[in-house]
């Protein structure tokens, strides 16, 4: 598993001068994983005595134990065994930011890659040439803005997105996902260029009485073309990259990713489309 950037950082700030400071930490990154990621470890940090709380107002910490500091530094001059960049499968994992310092790789035994979420996520719009495809039952903005890089890249370069969610059509939406889907809507749609498209898909269906749930999707999935495929419980919501315990696969397969696609597509094909009439009703 590769650990947020701001990890490794944090430990050469502390190496080089013995203080860093949440406002260091906003001046070097603007990644929310790395920031937020970041802020729960200097808290992890300070819990185990290893730093300390300065009376200062731009949060500075500083060495209080070094040799429980020589100790975590040793944590991050270890060579990773294996190269992210070239794999065939990974497992996918979202640990809740307060307790992710404390996930050590060492306490499992994984044969292949592991990856967190948003990297797995982020690696399948990479993968990206032709049409990506999002299984998003929860379409929330705060997860979305989180690659909306990538996504205005795509976007660009004519890719066509589909976006498969649900209860959008329902009597009485909810306002947040109404909102986080006609703000996708619009921005891909500006960006759009080469040919690209985008449309936006439910499939949510209830009893007649309109009381109980008939049928619907509730997958969790991100496709690169036919060629990768992340699956698992964990999608594009902040809670889920931050906040919840999160496990799948991702998987760079012809073979695999092509059977995804096409698992989505038997879905898509029977969802309603979602119009920017019904979104902006």
Same mark, same amino acid.
């Given at each position: 598993m590769t650990n947020p950037a701001s990890f490794p950082w944090i430990i050469a700030e502390l190496s080089q001068s013995g203080t860093v400071s949440i406002e260091d930490l906003h001046n070097e990154f603007d990644d929310e994983y790395d920031l937020t990621y970041g802020e729960e470890y200097l808290k992890t940090l300070k819990r185990e005595g290893i730093i300390e709380r300065l009376p200062t107002a731009d949060g500075r910490y500083q060495v209080t134990s070094e040799d429980a500091f020589a100790a975590e530094r040793e944590k991050f001059d270890e060579a990773s065994e294996y190269d992210t960049q070239d794999f065939d499968r990974a497992l996918v994992i979202s640990v809740p930011s307060p307790l992710l310092a404390q996930f050590?790789?060492?306490?499992?035994?994984?044969?292949?890659? /592991?990856?967190?979420?948003?990297? &797995?996520?982020?690696?399948?719009?990479?993968?990206?040439?032709? @049409?990506?495809?999002?299984?998003?039952?929860?379409?929330?903005?705060?997860?979305?803005?989180?690659? &909306?890089?990538?996504?205005?890249?795509?976007?660009?370069?004519? @890719?066509?997105?589909?976006?498969?969610?649900?209860?959008?059509?329902?009597?009485?939406? &909810?306002?947040?996902?109404?909102?986080? &889907?006609?703000?996708?809507?619009?921005?891909?749609?500006?960006?759009?260029?080469?040919?690209?498209?985008?449309?936006?898909?439910?499939?949510?269906?209830? /009893?007649?009485?309109?009381?109980?749930?008939? /049928?619907?999707v509730h997958f969790k999935m991100a496709i690169a073309d036919q060629t990768s495929a992340y699956v698992g419980s964990g999608e594009f919501r902040r809670s889920s990259m931050y906040k919840n315990g999160e496990a799948g696969y991702l998987v760079r397969s012809t073979d695999e990713a092509r059977f995804w696609a096409q698992f989505f597509d038997f879905f898509w094909e029977q969802a309603d489309q979602v119009t920017r009439t019904r979104l902006e009703s």
């Amino acid at each position: 598993m590769t650990n947020p950037a701001s990890f490794p950082w944090i430990i050469a700030e502390l190496s080089q001068s013995g203080t860093v400071s949440i406002e260091d930490l906003h001046n070097e990154f603007d990644d929310e994983y790395d920031l937020t990621y970041g802020e729960e470890y200097l808290k992890t940090l300070k819990r185990e005595g290893i730093i300390e709380r300065l009376p200062t107002a731009d949060g500075r910490y500083q060495v209080t134990s070094e040799d429980a500091f020589a100790a975590e530094r040793e944590k991050f001059d270890e060579a990773s065994e294996y190269d992210t960049q070239d794999f065939d499968r990974a497992l996918v994992i979202s640990v809740p930011s307060p307790l992710l310092a404390q996930f050590s790789e060492d306490d499992f035994d994984y044969p292949i890659p /592991m990856l967190q979420l948003d990297q &797995a996520l982020q690696r399948v719009l990479i993968d990206t040439e032709d @049409v990506i495809r999002l299984g998003v039952p929860y379409l929330e903005g705060d997860g979305l803005d989180r690659f &909306a890089d990538e996504l205005y890249a795509l976007a660009e370069q004519g @890719v066509s997105l589909r976006v498969l969610t649900r209860e959008l059509l329902v009597d009485n939406p &909810a306002d947040r996902d109404l909102k986080a &889907a006609r703000d996708l809507l619009d921005k891909y749609e500006d960006r759009i260029d080469n040919g690209g498209t985008i449309e936006i898909r439910d499939f949510y269906h209830a /009893m007649p009485s309109g009381r109980r749930l008939d /049928m619907s999707v509730h997958f969790k999935m991100a496709i690169a073309d036919q060629t990768s495929a992340y699956v698992g419980s964990g999608e594009f919501r902040r809670s889920s990259m931050y906040k919840n315990g999160e496990a799948g696969y991702l998987v760079r397969s012809t073979d695999e990713a092509r059977f995804w696609a096409q698992f989505f597509d038997f879905f898509w094909e029977q969802a309603d489309q979602v119009t920017r009439t019904r979104l902006e009703s």
